[in-house]
């Protein structure tokens, strides 16, 4: 195929796909295309998103061109090769033709296919899907992100966000503004702007979208809100009930009993050391050998006829006075000293 033919082809990419293709070379062709399922222009339909590249060599169209994925949302690694594969065989299949918006039109209709969530709720780890088996509640998704969750749960999340943010501008207003009027003029300026929180999957803030989904569910869905609030009222009837409350107080008994044992590994408390300040001395243990000596002179005076004693030992065998000291040896009292000798340096030959 001439040049010409296959710059005509581009052209017909970038007429069809318009700000979703990205052309990098026309010639060999190199362009990334933004493919979207056919959710009949209902965005909020939309779970899944490819950015496809497709970049051809100079042998083009007789060398099928490589395929891959240069951006994806809603789709995990398994569903990404099976794409990826898929649009390659189909590219083998078109050697010799004009391929490239047919491949394109290959990748609509598999991400047409694709197009639920998968996998669990980040939030509660429970199935997405609805299933009629185990009624598991409905699900929805992030316009920036397309990270879909439980409807619920993402009330509940949105829910805290709120009322964090509120917490934290209150506390900022009130450190520079003590008036009440001022305060709640700040906090309902700051609902009404201030609207933002991020994905606990991807970390990504909020769009608009995502906010006003989640408004508009919250308003459609009232039977949601009053469940949730249900459970939540149960829940803080189970924390004040009498068995929660002994349980409560026995464990903080254990606890106590802990500390004053020093049971507990603390975190190090800051000391403020101020002058006059001083730590007690350290009462050093006697050594072993004043030990000795203080029980030697005690025998001395208990038994006046010790000197008598030791001039009879005296005429012994000096064997038994040295096996005395090989016994105070091997009790360890004894350290011999280390006794220094001098070296004569030897002559060099060279003066002999």
Known sequence: MAEDDVRLEVEAVLSVYGNDCNLIQDFPPHLTVRIKPRTAEDSSQEFVEVTLGIKASSKYPDEAPYIYVTDMKGLDDGRQAHLIA???KRAQELCSCCMLVVLCEEAVDLL???NYPEGDCPLCLYPLVSDAITNTSSFMKLMSCYHCFHSECMIRMWRWIQET???QEMNKTLETTPIRTEVKSALELHSSLNQ????PVCRKAFDAKDIEHVDQYLVVNSSAMNRIEATEEEEKSVLLCDIERSRRQKFE???ELQKRKGGLIEPTKNLLILPGMFLPETVQRPSTSAVEAMEQSKDLTSNP???????????????NHNH??????????FKPCIRKQWIMKPTSSSKQ
């Open 165 to 167: 943010n509120e917490t």
């Open 86 to 88: 898929s649009i390659q």
């Open 112 to 114: 047409t296919n694709m």
């Open 324 to 333: 005395n000291i090989s016994d105070k040896r091997k009790g360890g009292s």
């Open 196 to 199: 933002k929180g991020n994905c």
């Open 305 to 319: 006829g010790s000197e008598l004693n030791g001039s009879i030992s005296s005429t012994t065998p000096s064997r």
């Open 253 to 255: 008994t254990i606890l």
